[in-house]
């Protein structure tokens, strides 16, 4: 029981999170042997997210591409090297800003928001429900369990998705609904199953 309150403690942390900044779907890598810790996006925790620009008045407002608005500065520089740091203020995250492909130098003035993009490493939390004991849980015992806990920590209303993938065994598993996701819905690119 107590490990029960510990994994929706820690996913009511991840769902924190992934609201902060503005992640919809992440992907938990979960191996039977890891006692239930869960990588989340599959790269230690954390996640690229893309943020588009758009200008209203002196303010610079930027969304997420799933439309959900992350910062409103007003006031904001043109020049590279402030707007970043702005932005990097209110989003409390390391950010990197590019016009397509070339990231922007600090000494550049931004001429068209609608041209910027800024990619954002945000650091995700990882739930860790486990004891410590790297025993082995198999994924029979374990997926259940981590689809309750995430119903307990309030996940299916949360407006986040949260997937399970079982590393070793190839499955994927929507917690929300305890089956693997229907095809084509997850947004996350290449982690589509066949």
């Known amino acids: ?3 029960r309150e510990v994994g929706v403690a820690e996913f009511r942390k991840c769902i924190a999170s992934m609201q902060r900044h503005g ?3 992440v992907i938990g890598n979960n191996h ?3 006692d239930l810790k869960l990588t989340v996006a599959c790269d230690n925790g954390k996640g690229a997210i893309v943020v588009q620009l758009t200008r209203a008045g002196n303010a610079v407002i930027g ?3 799933g439309g959900n608005q992350l910062f409103d500065i007003d006031n904001a520089s043109m020049n590279v090297q402030n707007l970043r740091s702005q932005i990097a203020d209110a989003l409390d995250a390391s950010i990197k800003m590019f016009e397509g492909e070339r990231e922007l130098g600090d000494e550049e003035v931004v001429q068209n928001l609608s041209h910027i ?3 954002m490493e945000a650091k995700l ?3 860790a429900p486990g004891d410590g004991s790297g025993r082995f849980i198999p994924s029979e015992v374990s997926v259940p369990w981590f689809c309750d806990c995430w ?3 309030g996940g299916k209303s949360s407006g986040c998705r949260f997937i399970l993938f079982e590393n070793g065994i190839g499955d994927m598993i929507d ?3 305890g089956e693997p996701p229907p095809k084509g819905s997850l947004s996350i690119p290449g982690w589509e199953m066949a």
């Open 175 to 177: 917690l929300a609904t």
């Open 63 to 65: 969304t997420t591409l």
């Open 117 to 119: 993009t800024i990619k």
């Open 151 to 153: 119903a307990e920590a």
């Open 23 to 25: 992640v919809t779907e």
């Open 125 to 127: 939390h990882s739930p």
């Open 1 to 3: 029981e107590r490990r």
């Open 32 to 34: 039977p042997s890891y």
